[in-house]
């Protein structure tokens, strides 16, 4: 069946720091979405990324989808205490499943 | 970005005993899905709601369990049968629009069963 991967589970980083979360999927995708859930919030969408080898930006945020189709990754840099919180891939097959989420907390 | 609202946000609830959460969309919503997410755990699909017919459940969840109604292309509910202390979780309701699946989640409910 179709699975996703999403690596580190956890990051612990200083504040002002670079932050990057990797998602894997078996298959090809048809798109990727990124959501972020803020402790004791809901998921909350950042961003879909459709093209292969396509790469969007939202301020400190960069995504980042593979050419294959098959994995993305969110890089955020200089974190702040705002970007606490899980960072959860989508993938898109027939349905979304998301991914089991990075836990990013930021040490001020 | 679609406008999804849920009630309860919160109960808790007795052993053995059911309850319905209400969701209500706004029209950018098509396709409708119900959700839950265990604590520390990631969101996984119960079933998508399809109007005016039975809803499309996913491996490991049935009917009888959870039933879910989706009367007309705005509102849905989502019961939960006999609740168990694994039943405490969050439920969320979610729906994506025309021409995409991007998913939009309301606000949760979150369930304790005692």
């Known amino acids: 069946g179709q699975q996703v991967m999403q690596i580190p589970q956890y990051q612990h980083v200083q504040e002002g720091e670079d932050f990057t979360t990797y998602c894997n999927s078996s298959?090809?995708?048809?798109?990727i979405q990124w959501y972020k859930q803020r402790p004791g919030g809901h998921p909350v969408f950042l961003i879909q990324?459709?093209?292969?080898?396509e790469v969007k930006k939202q301020k400190r945020l960069t995504f980042q989808f593979g050419e294959a189709k098959k994995n993305s990754s969110l890089h955020i840099t200089a974190t702040q205490t705002t970007d606490v919180g899980t960072y959860f891939c989508?993938?898109?097959?027939?349905?979304?499943?998301f991914g089991p989420g990075t836990s990013l907390s930021v040490i001020p | 970005s679609a406008v999804i609202s849920q009630k309860p946000s919160r109960d808790i609830c007795q052993r053995g005993t059911s309850l319905t959460i209400q969701c209500q969309v706004d029209?950018?919503?098509?396709?409708m899905f119900w959700y839950r997410q265990q604590p520390g755990q990631s969101l996984t699909l119960i079933a998508t709601?399809?109007?005016?017919?039975?809803?499309?459940?996913e491996s490991g969840f049935v009917i009888d369990k959870f039933p879910i109604s989706r009367p007309n292309l705005t509102f849905s509910t989502l019961t939960v049968s006999n609740m168990s202390p694994e039943d405490s979780s969050i439920y969320l309701c979610?729906?994506?629009?025309?021409?995409?699946?991007?998913?939009?989640f309301g606000e949760g409910s979150w369930l304790t069963v005692v």
């Open positions: 989508g993938a898109s097959y027939d349905k979304v499943i």
């Open positions: 298959t090809t995708l048809s798109n």
């Open positions: 990324l459709v093209k292969s080898g």
């Open positions: 029209s950018q919503v098509t396709m």
């Open positions: 709601a399809n109007q005016g017919s039975e809803a499309t459940y």
């Open positions: 979610s729906g994506s629009g025309q021409g995409g699946n991007t998913i939009y």
